[in-house]
């Protein structure tokens, strides 16, 4: 069974960095597709970064240019470098790893920014 686990959320003022991390354990297939996810309250979780097992990623248009995507195929992680913070970007920060047509969701992380 496939578990994740993130982490490195936190409150953080406008134009502030933070760098989430999730930590996946159990069985990973060389083929898979890894993101990040998130959820404001009252709006629905939307696709924030993906990346695949062999380093392609996607960033979503609100994020490009602020908001990197990266892993550790190695450590079994994978990371969000959040740069430039703005409070539109409060919401719990869900990690996803996508293999073997099945979806894993880790129990997401509170990214808050406000001054």
């Known amino acids: 069974q496939v578990q994740l686990v993130e982490s490195g959320g936190g409150l953080v003022q406008p134009g502030g960095s933070l760098r989430l991390s999730c930590t996946v354990s159990?069985?990973?297939?060389?083929?898979?597709?890894m993101g990040w996810y998130r959820q404001a309250p009252g709006k629905e979780r939307e696709l924030v970064a993906s990346?695949?097992?062999?380093?392609?990623?996607d960033h979503a248009d609100f994020v490009k240019g602020r908001f990197t995507i990266s892993r550790d195929n190695a450590k079994n992680m994978i990371y969000l470098q959040m740069n430039s913070l703005e409070p539109e970007d409060t919401a719990v920060y869900y990690c996803?790893?996508?293999?073997?047509?099945?979806?894993?969701w880790g129990q997401g992380t509170q990214v808050t920014v406000s001054s």
């Open positions: 996803h790893l996508y293999q073997s047509y099945r979806s894993t």
């Open positions: 159990g069985i990973i297939f060389k083929f898979n597709i």
């Open positions: 990346i695949s097992s062999t380093n392609d990623t």
